[in-house]
């Protein structure tokens, strides 16, 4: 076996486990997803009984990137400044469950509201892929807007602003 | 400007402009009628609606077509960052505020839940590691 002369100037690859918290940082950048992803301040929390298909649901049809996915039990996704923390509830650790055994569960009214730019296309689009909605598209002031459910039953509001909206909303 | 939304459903939105903006930071950005106002907080706008019948203009809140009405409550909630958390939360108790559990120490945070005066949670959280930081800032 015949050695190339250039091969004594290479440098040697050594693997280096990287630090935790620029590991995720690091994945995309291989994946070659260019920036990493980050938010601004706005942090929520949802509840959910299955992460894999929380995660495919919110990447897949809401245009979610997944930053964090250190646990079965959580993930850390990112929709611009918006970074959402999805949390499987009653874990082995018990996480999130109160001093009374009180176990967090997915649902409620309280949602996420996510800015569209036509409504209707967007609601055709994912009733095709077979998302479930709760309601129809409802018109409010300055604004038309409907609520779909994730897996969990978790409500996402879907919005677009109508005339009049910027003035009253910025 | 603030470029995420949240809806939360109050009981009495008077009462939860008092809570968020007395207590949690947040500036009123409209509060147009009785049923409806806008705060913000940076980067999140935090909407709050009461309960409102099927005829009311605004859109928000409204009955679902099969008559189910929306209410405060559940579990889902925004998470605001507090540099010091346990004492913002003994100023918290101070004014009366709720709380769901005691501060618990996480994988990289500690974090308690708040309650707003209409039962909604509010999670307080305090990082104890660099990626649990909101970004940013």
């Known amino acids: 076996m015949t050695s190339e002369p250039l091969d004594a100037l290479r440098l040697p690859i050594v693997p280096v486990e990287p630090r935790r918290e620029f590991a995720a940082v690091l994945l995309r950048r291989i994946e070659g997803s260019g920036e990493p992803v980050t938010g601004g301040t706005a942090s929520v929390r949802y509840f959910v009984d299955d992460l894999d298909a929380a995660v495919a649901f919110y990447c897949d049809n809401l245009e979610f990137e997944t930053a964090l996915r250190p646990s079965p039990a959580f ?3 990112y929709r611009g400044d918006l970074r959402l923390l ?3 509830p009653g874990g082995p650790s018990g996480s999130h469950s109160l001093p009374d055994g009180t176990v967090p569960e997915p649902g409620g009214w309280n949602r996420i509201s996510l800015q569209v730019h036509d409504l209707v296309d967007t609601v055709e689009a994912l009733r095709r892929k077979g998302v479930r909605f709760r309601n129809d598209i409802a018109t409010g002031v300055g604004v038309r807007l409907v609520l779909l459910q994730d897996p969990s039953g978790n409500p996402v509001e ?3 602003p109508t005339a009049g909206y910027h003035e009253r909303a910025r | 400007m603030s470029t995420v939304s ?6 009495d939105v008077d009462a939860a402009i008092a809570f968020y903006c007395g207590r949690l930071g947040f500036q009123e950005l409209m509060h147009p009628d009785p049923a409806f106002a806008m705060l913000t907080r940076g980067d999140l706008r935090l909407v709050l609606g009461s309960p409102i019948g099927p005829d009311h203009r605004g859109g928000g809140s409204r009955p679902m077509p099969d008559g189910r009405k929306q ?3 559940g579990w889902n909630r925004i998470m605001l960052e507090v540099p010091d958390l346990g004492a913002a939360v003994e100023a918290l108790r101070g004014q009366g505020a709720s709380f769901r559990n005691d501060i618990v120490t996480g994988v990289g945070v500690k974090q308690i839940l708040l309650e707003d005066p209409s039962g909604n949670p509010v999670e307080l959280f305090e990082p104890i590691r660099p990626e649990a930081r ?3 800032r």
């Open chain 2, 134 to 136: 909101l970004e940013n």
């Open chain 1, 86 to 88: 999805l949390s499987v």
């Open chain 2, 6 to 11: 949240v809806r939360y459903i109050v009981d």
């Open chain 2, 71 to 73: 209410e405060p409550g």
């Open chain 1, 75 to 77: 993930a850390m996704l």
């Open chain 1, 158 to 160: 879907l919005f677009e």
